[in-house]
Structure formats: C-alpha cells, structure tokens
C-alpha cells in the first residue's frame, strides 16, 4: 500500500474491498434495525399509548395509511427546499464574484449580507408574507435568505484564497480578467463552493420548515411544517412521527446528494477527497 | 575585481548578442517603504545563462519579476527590445517564468499544466496536442500526461513547471530558486536537465540562486548582489574549458569558479554587519 500511486495504481483484492463496503452498509442498517426493536420493545411492555409516544408499528402504518396527505406536502417542501438552494447557489455565487471585483465593493456590500444572515429567520418571515405575493413565494424567500449565506461567505473565501503565484502566471501570461475568472478564480475556489453547498442544502430545508411554521400556512399547498403542526393539534402523534421521517429522509437525500456532486468534482485532485496512504 | 557592466550594443553581425533585457537604474520601492532595489542596471544578450546570487533579501526575486514585467518600477526604466511589447508596455509572450513552487493547478493534470499558456492564448487542446507531448517528452514526463500533481514527486512537479514554460518557445526563461526545496541528487538531476535544454534550445536563462556551488555550475555569467538596498555588486563572465557534467563537478576548474564566486558573496555579505 505504500507503493508510489502511480506505478501500482491502488488496487486491494476485490473480496476484500466489498467486504468493507458490505460492512460499512450493514453496521449502520443494523444498529437502526436494533433500535427500532426496542423501542417497540419498550412501548409494548410498558403499555404507554399511542397519544404519547407511538410504536414504530403505528407510524409505519401511518405512513402507509396518510400518504395521500403526507405525500404532496412531501413534494411541497422538497420543492421550496430546491428552488431555494438553486436560487442560493446562482446569488451566492453570483453576489461572491461582484463582491471580489474591488476592496471597495466589498467594504460597501459585504455588511449588509452579514446583517441578512445574523437577523433570525423567524423574526423577519413575518414581513416577508406581508410583501410576497403568495406565501410560497415568502417561503421561498426566508429559504433562499438562509441557503444563500454560506455558499456566498464560502465562495468569497475561496475566490480570495487563490495561490498568488499562479495570478502572477496569469497575468504574465497576459490572462484577460475573463480567463483568469473562468480558469483559475472558479476552479481554484471549487472545495469552498461545495463546502457551502453542503451546507445550504442542509439549511434550505431546515428553513422551508421553519419559514412555513412562522407563516401558518394551511390548505392544500402545505408543506410537511403544516401536517406536523396539523397532527399535534389532532393529537395524531403517528402522524407527526410519519411527516418527522419523511423530513428526515429528505434531509438526508439532500446530504447524500450535495456530497455525491462534492465528491464527483473533487475526488480526482482535491486533498478532502482523498484516502491518507500511510 | 572590479564591477563590470555588460555592453549595452549588441556586436555587429551576430544576432544571438541582441540585449533580450535592459535595466536602467531601476530602483523599487514597496509599498511598505522597503528599499528593495536600488539603481540596478543589467544587460541580458540573448543565449546568456546568467545567475543572479546573493543574500537572502538582497532584490534578487523582485529584479527577475521586474525583467518578467510583473510590477512597476519605482525609478529608472526597463526595456525589452527583442520583444513585442503589448498595450500595457510589457512584453509578450517572449518571457516564462518558474517560480520556487512548482505552482501547478491541481484540479488539471500534467497535460492541461502545460497546456494552459496556450490556452491564454485561444489554442484548443486538440490543437496543442502535438506540441505539448513534445514539450513534455524534453523534460521526460510523456508518460504522465494524464496524472494529476498530487500523484507527482516534488522533482517531476518541477518539471512539469518547466514544461510549461517552455512549451510557449519563449526567448527568455526566468527561474527563481526553482530547486530549492529539492533534495540535492532531483536538484543535480534537474540543474542537467536545464544545461541542455539551454544547449539544445539556445533560450536565454536568468536564473536567482543563493547557492555558489549551482551557480558556479550553470551560468556563463554571475551578477552578485547586496543586500540592504539591492544592487548589483559584482558582474563577471564564468567560462569554462570543460563541458558541465559530472566530471566537471569533481574537477579543479570547478572548484576555482566555486571559489571565486564565494569570495565575491563574502564580499558582498562582508559590507553588513554579519
């Protein structure tokens, strides 16, 4: 294994990496599965009711039985999470390049980004559904507020943070503004965007959720925030739970998904991606 | 030995003798108000490998950046009269520079490494093919043209910057302590490797070192400098009767160059305090 990379390209038996995969994927599994026994377990012998605190039984029959309800309000939220991540990803990313155009830009503008990011959500969602058109747009506006803000202070790290020789080389170069911009400011500051990514995107849906409790949004364009809060006013605590797993499946997909896309454009260069060979 | 200065005409006849670099008392000054170089004057013809030795601190980084035309002079004037100078009066595509880091892109392999001063310049991988397997064969990396930096030794990193520097042709190449942090063997190793390339090329190479014995080795010209301000304190020809190989590392006249170099940075040095 300490063999120069090159002249053995990094090739362990194939047994021995699918067993490792096999165990990574079951230890996990296993470990769920056990505490899903005994919390059934627990909520058999104890007796306690299902207003209290369902079995698992219970919310998977929810799940089964509410899907019409719990399913479009699935989608609902899944959609304000990626319009806003979208949204996020093209302002932040857009807003960094102004913003690292000149100190002075900077010195005018940044503030003013902070101000929109230390100001909690809650607190200005209320405003927002008074000027929106329609509460899915405020929705999407307290998503985007929250997502936008660390692809942006991530990005500008990672536009500022390009090796001042290789800017030399461009410029000896005679590199246009332009070139140096699309060859080496974005490619450079790549780890840094993904790393804002992963976190909008974790963000992005926590913000749906909390925008769309502050707005109290009802009816049939609800998303999951509305059926939460619509179960524990009905005391359908398997409910609650069934929508509680469906945000918490969703949250992981967004994760699974935003460190797939980190993984496929870094793992060929990028030291974050790589295995430690010693 | 007295300070000499290189004749600023070229002789008649011989076009290789052209001054591809002309300093005129350039001073610089930073922007912290650190002296860096004072009335520095240099003349570099073409087909010169010339070194440019002193202490650390002495200008030596910021003259070859001021001959690369990256940053202004802060007095005196500098010119390139072999080259084509751009709208913003510098010269183009005539210079290459290898910095002390290799200063690869890592997200791009070897090849797009090189490929990149071409790339400035709108030629298409496709139609550069060619010319940087070429260039990559003269420093021996054909075969890792599609390997990423982080797979390479810090020796074949090196050469993949040299690479791209002189994948452009260009007439003059510019080197600042680019085997410094190399372990000795990869420094000789790559210190032949750029005697015959210049051999080979006749490209014109200045090149900053802190070290007599590289120096001594390389050049067929020394500029010594001083530190505090920077300047130019000795200017000599270094000729020698052998070829520079590894018998000419272990013989006589070697050890003379060496010598004489020594003496003259001791001299520069001995105006300081240490």
């Known amino acids: 294994m300490a063999d120069d990379p090159i002249l053995t390209p990094l090739k362990p038996g194939l047994f021995a990496r699918n067993r490792e995969t096999l165990l990574r994927t079951l230890i996990p599994i296993c470990v769920v599965v056990g505490l899903i026994l005994l919390w059934q377990f627990i909520i058999s012998v104890n007796g306690i009711p299902q207003y209290i605190l369902p079995g698992p039984l219970a919310v998977a029959n929810s799940l089964y039985n509410d899907w019409g309800t719990l399913w479009p309000a699935l989608w609902v939220t899944t959609q304000i999470t990626l319009q806003a991540l979208a949204l996020a990803l093209i302002g932040g990313v857009g807003i960094a390049i102004f913003l690292v155009q000149s100190k002075w830009i900077e010195t005018a503008f940044y503030p003013i980004t902070v101000i929109l990011q230390v100001t909690p959500i809650v607190a200005i969602a209320p405003l927002i559904l008074i000027y929106a058109p329609t509460t899915q747009v405020a929705l999407l506006i307290c998503a985007f507020l929250v997502a936008f803000f660390p692809i942006l202070s991530n990005m500008v790290q990672g536009l500022k943070s390009v090796d001042h020789n290789l800017l030399n080389l461009f410029d000896l170069y005679g590199a246009s503004r332009w070139q140096t911009l699309l060859y080496l400011k974005l490619p450079s500051s790549l780890p840094y965007f993904m790393t804002g990514l992963r976190i909008g995107g974790g963000l992005a849906l926590i913000a749906a959720v909390v925008a769309e409790f502050a707005a109290g949004s009802a009816g049939a364009g609800s998303g999951l925030a509305f059926r939460l809060l619509e179960s524990q006013y009905r005391l359908n605590i398997p409910r609650l739970f069934a929508a509680l797993i469906l945000l918490s499946v969703l949250g992981v997909v967004i994760f699974m998904i935003t460190s797939f896309i980190a993984w496929a454009f870094l793992h060929r260069w990028h030291e974050s991606s790589l295995k430690r060979e010693n | ?274």
């Open chain 2, 1 to 274: 030995m007295t300070t000499s200065q290189a004749p600023l005409m070229p002789a008649p006849g011989d076009s290789r003798k052209r001054p591809l670099v002309v300093m005129r008392s350039v001073s610089k000054m930073f922007s912290s108000g650190t002296l860096a170089l004072s009335d520095m004057s240099l003349t570099v013809e073409g087909g010169e490998f010339v070194s440019l030795l002193g202490p650390s601190g002495c200008g030596k980084s910021t003259a070859l950046r001021i001959i690369a035309g990256l940053g202004d002079v802060s007095a005196g004037t500098i010119d390139w009269p072999s080259s084509r100078i751009n709208s913003k009066g510098l010269p183009e595509g005539d210079i290459s520079f290898v910095f002390q880091e290799p200063t690869l892109m890592p997200w791009q392999t070897v090849f797009g490494n090189v490929h990149l001063p071409l790339k400035l310049r709108g030629v298409s991988k496709t139609a550069a093919r060619d010319e940087i397997m070429e260039t990559l064969a003269t420093v021996g990396l054909q075969d890792f043209a599609d390997a990423y930096p982080r797979e390479l030794s810090g020796g074949m990193k090196m050469r993949v910057s040299i690479a791209r520097a002189l994948v452009t042709k260009p007439k003059l190449l510019l080197m600042d302590e680019p085997f410094a942090a190399l372990d000795e063997i990869t420094r000789q190793k790559l210190n032949d490797d750029v005697l015959r390339l210049w051999h080979e090329t006749g490209i014109t190479v200045i090149f900053v070192t802190h070290s007599v014995f590289e120096s001594a080795y390389l050049s067929n010209r020394i500029v010594v400098m001083k530190a505090r301000p920077g300047r130019v304190h000795a200017d000599f020809p270094l000729k020698t009767s052998m070829s520079r190989d590894a018998h000419y590392r272990t013989s006589e006249e070697y050890r003379q160059a060496c010598e004489k170099v020594s003496n003259m940075l001791l001299e520069a040095i001995g105006g300081e305090e240490h």
